[in-house]
């Protein structure tokens, strides 16, 4: 009988108070208190308010990195519900936040209707132990019952931090146990954090040491308006600063609603401050769009189809530019990073991960700043407007409407739209938080003849508004999650640029898109209804540089048939970027080219997720017999390949050249009998170089036959940068990694090994000398400096951690003999190990590894 042993040690976490030193020093104060009440067991709801730009997010994010520090919690969120503001959007409110709070603690629910969601995920928030939940900026009460967050009521040891601008709100409405108010900056404070911000050169600047003074002043404590007042001014001249300290002065009062005027009149300083129409309309299109995340990929199709970038010859270039034009807008306060990656698995923004390669994806606006960008963009020459369809028809009528240029329309509350609306200088055009019933009249468009951008994602059409012709200088057209049915139409719309139906109901392409010769860039991305893509549809896009097509689409034709076929993409000359699922290998034409990709992510056989900018995941691929030149040559600069029963080959790897697979970042093999080794090692170029130099990732599994990673003596300096390694039902292998391998692995931090049954020992040694080597003086071993983690788990013939490899092995390393008769216990330590798991490892002596 095994019984499993399972041991944890080193498990303290650095207990070190990282006080966010000298930023907002007021705040510790609330800080620390805010923290008791967390530590305290009989308060689990608590209200943190003041008004806006009064610092409380970055008050909760130090709450959230201090809790986190502390271990006070095994999971935590934090979100922003400032679309709570919208009193129409809280019905569909109350389920995303649902869906976040699932994703952001990776809890996993089944039931899909709200109420009865609310019920499992209150069950599972209970079950969970404990967890601390922040929802930032509310401005209407939320129901936490509703929504499945446990209670006052409840025995739960969950707790909930209320953020809001309103105080009454948190301890009143929603009954926060708690209250703590965050107060405006002392004098003394608002100057260190401007100086923080600004450089501390201008305590010694004789000339702008006033001015600044005076700035700071105006500011009134409120830490958004000096730190964007901050960012505007540095490094500017004397002029500037003093024009900035006049507009502060006479600034005006102003009617939003709870954006205090000091704080209005600063953002808008910045605003006028910033340099180029580009980097101001960017902020201001970003201002129109809702609350939340802002998707980079999303304001690239918007700013394509405004021309927002000058000069730009390609997607590619757009891109570098629209992220030139964030960073500006980041440096200045204006945007921020957007809160922590929760996104991964969301399907509808997985295109936009391959085209972002950005360590963000997203940005995000603060909501002041947001306010203040609406407030600004009304009263632009070209003015942008946000408005609710009610009292539509009497609108439309008026001037403002008429000098319009950027119109976000919610419609909630009518099913009919106009007939006709005359907006002749409109560009823009967004319908948002639609009725999905809503019915645009046939005449609608033909008042919009300037339209180049319109987004009407989400509605319902059989066939498309026949006005929509009259929109010759419409560039993107975008109409994700739409039940669609005929849209021939789309091919009167010859300057279109950027057409996205991502996530619709199309079932068939028109032979009319033929005629989209300007189309860049075509998303198809989950589209799991259509069938039809006619002939020479896809080749006539001849200036086509992404297309995305991880859909359902399995109807590739060979020849003859009347669908499309993979060779028309070889027509197409500028295609660099491509998503793009292949049912099956043999649809793989031997000539494919695909030589121009600089981004791709090719599912063949297999649909799964890839995250990387170039990756392949191929299953049941036979490697002799489908993969031509080009596709070789595609896996060799990759970054990520998978595979699933490969066959045709016994190496998962062929080299050709000694830059091959040098970019591997990921590597995942399984279910494949045939293969017995990763790489061959005869290619003697390579063994110049390290090999995998950036390899993060192995994973093998279920491979029968397997005998070694690497076949032949393996260069120095291999994975350097690995940091997972996974090895699972590989029966064969007798050890993992030679000693001389395992000594490079300093970035290891997880290894798990699991179902070998043949596995004797995980690190092997050819000669007793190399113990010995590199001044590792003694008989331990220090391996793997930053593993964190090491699971052991059904090696029934596990002995040693590491010994000396039998020369009966059937391996060939070396032909130096081994040293006879000298078995030295050599142990071998790891430092930095948190979670050991050893399980059914009857075998394994234990003092053969040991911590130091
Ligand atoms: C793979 O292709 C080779 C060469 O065409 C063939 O001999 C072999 O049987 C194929 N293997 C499988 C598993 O289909
Ligand atoms: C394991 O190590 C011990 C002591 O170092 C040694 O005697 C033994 O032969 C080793 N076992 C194997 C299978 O290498
Ligand atoms: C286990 O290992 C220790 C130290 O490596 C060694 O002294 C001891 O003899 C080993 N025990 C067995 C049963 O092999």
Redesign the pocket.
């Known amino acids: 009988m095994f019984m499993p042993i399972i041991t944890t040690f080193q498990l303290m976490p650095y207990l070190v108070f990282l006080l966010q030193a000298s930023f907002l020093e007021s705040r510790p104060s609330t800080l620390n208190d805010i923290m008791d009440a967390l530590r305290d067991d009989n308060i689990n709801l608590i209200g943190v308010w003041g008004m806006a730009g009064v610092g409380k997010t970055t008050l909760l994010k130090q709450v959230a990195q201090q809790a986190k520090q502390q271990w006070l919690f095994t999971k935590q969120a934090y979100m922003d519900v400032s679309w709570t503001r919208d009193s129409d959007k809280r019905q569909e409110g109350i389920a995303e936040l649902q869906q976040e709070i699932e994703n952001a603690l990776e809890l996993s629910l089944w039931e899909e209707d709200e109420s009865k969601k609310a019920d499992e995920l209150k069950q599972e928030l209970m079950k969970e132990g404990k967890i601390l939940i922040i929802l930032d900026d509310i401005w209407t009460e939320i129901d936490l019952e509703k929504v499945g967050i446990p209670c006052k009521g409840d025995e739960t040891q969950c707790k909930i931090v209320l953020a809001s601008r309103d105080g009454d709100l948190l301890c009143k409405d929603m009954g926060a146990q708690r209250c703590f108010p965050v107060e405006h900056l002392p004098p003394e404070e608002s100057w260190s954090l401007f100086k923080k911000t600004v450089g501390d050169s201008v305590e010694e600047n004789l000339e702008l040491r006033p001015i600044a003074i005076q700035v700071v002043k105006e500011c009134e404590g409120l830490p958004i308006a000096i730190v964007t007042i901050a960012k505007a001014l540095k490094d500017e001249t004397v002029a500037v600063w003093k024009n900035a300290l006049e507009q502060l002065r006479s600034c005006a009062p102003t009617n939003i609603r709870a954006v205090d005027k000091k704080v209005y009149s600063c953002l808008e300083w910045s605003y006028t401050h910033l340099k180029g129409d580009d980097v101001k309309s960017l902020f201001l299109l970003c201002g129109m769009l809702g609350y939340g995340d802002i998707s980079l990929d999303l304001l690239l199709r918007y700013g394509m189809g405004l021309d927002l970038f000058d000069r730009i010859d390609s997607l590619e270039q757009a891109r570098n530019r629209l992220l030139a034009l964030v960073e500006i807008l980041k440096a200045s306060g204006l945007l921020l990073d957007s809160h922590e990656d929760t996104h991964m698995f969301d399907e509808e923004i997985d295109s936009s991960l391959l085209f972002m390669d950005a360590d963000n994806k997203f940005v995000r606006m603060h909501s002041v700043v947001r306010e203040v960008a609406r407030a600004i963009a009304s009263k632009d020459p070209h003015p942008f407007v946000v408005r609710e369809d009610v009292g539509l028809e009497e609108w439309s009528e008026t001037d403002e409407s008429k000098r319009c240029a950027f119109i976000s329309l919610h419609c909630k509350a009518v099913h009919d739209l106009p007939q006709e609306l005359v907006w002749p200088e409109l560009q823009f055009f967004l319908l948002q938080n639609n009725n999905p019933l809503l019915n645009i009249p046939n005449t609608f468009f033909e008042g919009m003849k300037k339209l180049k951008v319109l987004d009407l994602s989400r509605m319902h059409f059989t066939t498309l508004p026949s006005s929509l012709d009259s929109l010759a200088n419409l560039r993107t057209l975008r109409l994700d999650r739409c039940e669609l049915g005929d849209i021939a139409l789309i091919g009167k719309l010859t300057k279109l640029e950027v057409l996205s139906l991502k996530c619709s109901t199309i079932q068939q392409l028109p032979n009319e898109m033929s005629r989209l010769t300007n189309l860049r860039l075509l998303d198809l991305n989950h589209c799991q209804k259509l069938e039809v893509i006619p002939r020479n549809i896809l080749s006539s896009l001849s200036r086509l540089e992404c297309l995305y097509m991880k859909s359902r689409f399995t109807q590739w034709a060979t020849e003859g048939e009347s669908n499309a076929c993979l060779s028309e993409l070889n027509h197409l000359s500028h295609l660099t970027t491509l998503e793009i699922y292949i049912p099956d290998a043999k649809l793989l034409p031997k000539d494919i080219l695909f030589e121009k990709l600089t981004r791709y992510r090719i599912f063949i056989g297999t649909r799964g997720w890839l995250r990387t900018k170039r990756a392949l995941k191929l299953w049941k691929v036979n490697r002799s017999l489908h993969l031509g030149d080009g596709m070789s040559k595609l896996l060799e600069r990759s970054e990520e390949l998978g595979f699933s029963q490969l066959s045709g080959t016994k190496y998962v790897l062929h080299p050709s050249d000694r830059e091959s697979f040098l970019e591997l970042k990921h590597l995942e093999v399984g279910d494949s009998p045939e293969i017995q080794y990763i790489m061959d090692s005869k290619n003697q170029q390579l063994l110049q170089h390290g090999a995998f130099p950036l390899l993060k990732s192995l994973i093998l599994q279920n491979l029968k036959n397997f005998e070694e990673v690497w076949h032949g003596p393996i260069p120095i300096g291999s994975f350097g940068n690995l940091k997972t390694l996974k090895v699972r039902f590989c029966p064969k292998l007798k050890f993992l990694l030679l000693l001389s391998t395992a000594r490079g692995l300093s970035q290891l931090e997880e290894m798990t090994i699991e179902y070998c049954d043949a596995m004797q020992q995980i690190i092997a040694y050819e000669r007793e000398s190399e113990i010995k080597e590199d001044g590792h003086a003694g008989t331990n071993l220090q391996l793997f400096p930053k593993l964190r983690t090491l699971i052991l788990h059904d090696l029934p013939q596990l002995?040693n951690f590491s010994s000396e490899l039998e020369t009966t092995s059937s391996t060939s390393l070396s032909t130096n003999a081994r040293s006879e008769n000298s078995f030295f216990?050599?142990?071998v330590s790891f430092p930095k190990t948190e979670k050991l798991m050893l399980y059914n490892v009857p075998k394994l002596?234990?003092?053969?590894i040991y911590r130091s």
């Not at 002596?845 to 053969?848: D, E, I, R, V, Y």
């Open positions: 002995i216990s050599h142990k002596n234990l003092s053969s």
